[in-house]
Nanobody, 129 residues
């Protein structure tokens, strides 16, 4: 059974930083592309960042480019999202997701969104102004 468990969310002031982690179990993590998504209150879920199976082909949504960094540690089956210069509009539930296929990487928002098969429950990030 595949499980993705996010951690690291919380309350932070605008301009601050948080580091999210997603621990994966039950899948061959090193073979799967991974992604971070978020859903703000009253809005649809949106893509935030994605990383290919080998750590290459990193892709970001325009709204977070230059502020967020996605990375992965295959030895620990964990994917990270470093979030800097946080804004109130970054407030959302952040979820990680895993590709249903192996050995893939993607370069568009829609491709990452279509590929994600496994989902975590999410962690809440609240940015105060």
């Amino acid at each position: 059974q595949v499980q993705l468990e996010e951690s690291g969310g919380g309350l932070v002031q605008a301009g601050g930083s948080l580091r999210l982690a997603c621990a994966a179990s039950g899948l061959t993590f090193s073979r799967n592309a991974m992604g971070w998504f978020r859903q703000a209150p009253g809005k649809k879920r949106e893509f935030v960042a994605g990383i290919g199976w080998n750590g290459a082909n990193i892709y970001y949504a325009d709204s977070v480019k230059g502020r967020f960094t996605i990375s992965r540690d295959n030895a620990k089956n964990t994917v990270f999202l470093q979030m800097n210069s946080l804004k109130p509009e970054d407030t959302a539930v952040y979820s990680c997701a895993g590709d249903g296929a192996f050995w893939r990487s993607y370069s568009t928002t829609s491709a990452y969104t279509r590929a994600m098969y496994y989902w975590g429950k999410g962690t809440l990030v609240t940015v105060s102004s």
